[in-house]
Protein backbone atom coordinates (compact mmCIF):
# COMPACT_ATOMS: atom_id res chain seq x y z
CA UNK A 1 0.00 0.00 0.00
CA UNK A 2 1.28 3.68 -0.53
CA UNK A 3 1.73 5.78 2.00
CA UNK A 4 -1.71 7.30 3.29
CA UNK A 5 -3.77 4.41 2.27
CA UNK A 6 -5.76 3.42 5.12
CA UNK A 7 -7.24 -0.16 6.33
CA UNK A 8 -9.63 -0.27 9.31
CA UNK A 9 -12.58 -2.95 10.77
CA UNK A 10 -15.92 -1.03 11.44
CA UNK A 11 -19.32 -2.69 12.90
CA UNK A 12 -22.07 -1.54 14.40
CA UNK A 13 -24.65 0.84 12.48
CA UNK A 14 -23.64 4.51 13.75
CA UNK A 15 -22.15 6.97 10.57
CA UNK A 16 -18.45 6.65 11.18
CA UNK A 17 -15.76 8.65 9.49
CA UNK A 18 -13.24 6.65 7.07
CA UNK A 19 -11.46 9.68 5.66
CA UNK A 20 -10.71 12.26 7.71
CA UNK A 21 -11.32 16.11 6.52
CA UNK A 22 -7.12 16.41 6.93
CA UNK A 23 -6.29 13.55 3.91
CA UNK A 24 -4.27 15.40 1.47
CA UNK A 25 -5.00 12.83 -1.17
CA UNK A 26 -7.95 11.81 -3.22
CA UNK A 27 -9.54 8.38 -2.80
CA UNK A 28 -8.54 6.37 -6.09
CA UNK A 29 -9.83 3.02 -5.05
CA UNK A 30 -12.88 1.68 -2.17
CA UNK A 31 -13.02 -1.80 -0.87
CA UNK A 32 -15.60 -2.83 1.32
CA UNK A 33 -15.78 -6.25 3.00
CA UNK A 34 -18.72 -7.89 4.66
CA UNK A 35 -17.11 -9.71 7.49
CA UNK A 36 -20.59 -11.00 8.81
CA UNK A 37 -20.56 -14.27 9.85
CA UNK A 38 -23.96 -14.98 7.76
CA UNK A 39 -25.86 -12.14 7.03
CA UNK A 40 -26.31 -9.26 4.51
CA UNK A 41 -24.92 -5.91 5.09
CA UNK A 42 -26.40 -2.69 3.65
CA UNK A 43 -23.83 0.30 3.39
CA UNK A 44 -24.02 3.60 2.54
CA UNK A 45 -21.09 6.29 2.36
CA UNK A 46 -21.33 10.09 2.14
CA UNK A 47 -19.26 12.85 1.40
CA UNK A 48 -19.31 15.61 3.84
CA UNK A 49 -17.94 18.96 3.10
CA UNK A 50 -16.22 21.57 5.68
CA UNK A 51 -19.40 23.21 6.51
CA UNK A 52 -21.38 19.65 7.67
CA UNK A 53 -23.40 19.05 4.14
CA UNK A 54 -23.84 15.68 3.91
CA UNK A 55 -23.74 14.16 0.27
CA UNK A 56 -24.54 10.60 -0.40
CA UNK A 57 -22.24 8.61 -2.85
CA UNK A 58 -23.68 5.42 -2.35
CA UNK A 59 -26.89 4.59 -1.06
CA UNK A 60 -28.16 1.46 1.19
CA UNK A 61 -25.86 -0.86 -1.29
CA UNK A 62 -26.90 -4.38 -0.32
CA UNK A 63 -23.12 -6.59 0.12
CA UNK A 64 -24.41 -10.30 1.00
CA UNK A 65 -22.64 -12.39 3.64
CA UNK A 66 -18.98 -13.54 1.87
CA UNK A 67 -19.01 -10.68 -1.04
CA UNK A 68 -16.47 -7.83 -1.32
CA UNK A 69 -17.13 -5.02 -3.20
CA UNK A 70 -14.38 -2.79 -5.11
CA UNK A 71 -15.33 0.85 -5.73
CA UNK A 72 -13.51 2.92 -8.30
CA UNK A 73 -14.82 5.22 -11.45
CA UNK A 74 -17.69 5.56 -8.74
CA UNK A 75 -15.80 7.28 -6.29
CA UNK A 76 -15.99 11.26 -7.32
CA UNK A 77 -12.82 13.29 -6.31
CA UNK A 78 -13.04 14.86 -3.13
CA UNK A 79 -11.17 17.83 -2.32
CA UNK A 80 -8.62 18.83 1.01
CA UNK A 81 -11.44 19.41 3.70
CA UNK A 82 -14.34 17.24 2.49
CA UNK A 83 -14.40 13.60 4.77
CA UNK A 84 -15.91 10.21 3.72
CA UNK A 85 -18.36 8.84 5.96
CA UNK A 86 -20.22 5.15 6.27
CA UNK A 87 -23.17 3.25 7.46
CA UNK A 88 -23.86 0.07 7.60
CA UNK A 89 -27.13 -1.16 8.38
CA UNK A 90 -28.41 -4.87 9.13
CA UNK A 91 -27.81 -7.58 11.86
CA UNK A 92 -25.16 -6.61 14.10
CA UNK A 93 -23.15 -5.60 10.62
CA UNK A 94 -19.13 -5.81 10.21
CA UNK A 95 -17.17 -5.04 7.24
CA UNK A 96 -13.48 -4.19 6.37
CA UNK A 97 -12.58 -0.76 4.41
CA UNK A 98 -9.30 -0.77 2.07
CA UNK A 99 -8.94 3.05 0.82
CA UNK A 100 -6.36 3.85 -1.29
CA UNK A 101 -5.52 7.22 -2.46
CA UNK A 102 -4.05 8.58 -5.37
Request: a negative charge; charged letters at 10%; hydrophobic letters at 45%.
Amino acid sequence: MASGDLRQSISGTLIQEIVPASQQENVSSLLIANTHASDAITVTLFAVSPNGNRFTIIKALVIPFGISVFLKEEIPPISTGVSMQIQLAGSSPTADIFITNE
